[in-house]
């Protein structure tokens, strides 16, 4: 049975099913409109079978979006909530970012993107800080 990347439509919904299941959160802040790095990453790493395969079972996955033209503009109580998301993990507003936390909301480790990296390392890298 094939189960497909799922994320999270609020980080609430993400905290409760990274308690219930026992897995890592993979929080990622990107711009999904504006930010090139961001939809490379997106497009090359979390779009990939590769990674879309190991995460649906071994993360509960988050992105906090930060787009800036006004057709792709969040639902304010979401804007609201991925603003304190970056306040609280991404003060110095780096896009895009990828923070691992444990069940708790505790960073594990952070990393970006590098346009070198394959769906396989950038798994290792995130399984780097859970271990």
Not at 57 to 72: C, E, M, Q, R, T
Request: with cysteine.
């Amino acid at each position: 049975m094939l189960h497909s990347q799922e994320w999270q439509h609020s980080f609430d919904a993400a905290v409760d099913l990274a308690n219930l299941e026992n897995k890592p959160i993979v929080l990622v802040f990107s711009g999904s409109d504006w930010c090139a790095p961001c939809i490379r990453l997106k497009r090359n790493i979390l779009d990939s079978e590769e990674f879309k395969s190991y995460a649906s079972s071994h993360y509960v996955l988050y992105n906090a979006d930060f787009p800036k033209k006004k057709k792709n503009q969040l639902p304010e109580d979401l804007s609201a909530v991925n603003k304190s998301l970056a306040e609280k993990y991404n003060p110095k507003g780096y896009f895009p970012l990828v923070v691992v936390l444990d069940k708790d909301e505790s960073v594990l480790g952070k990393t970006g993107f590098n346009v070198r990296a394959t769906p396989e390392k950038y798994i290792a890298t995130l399984n780097g800080f859970v271990k």
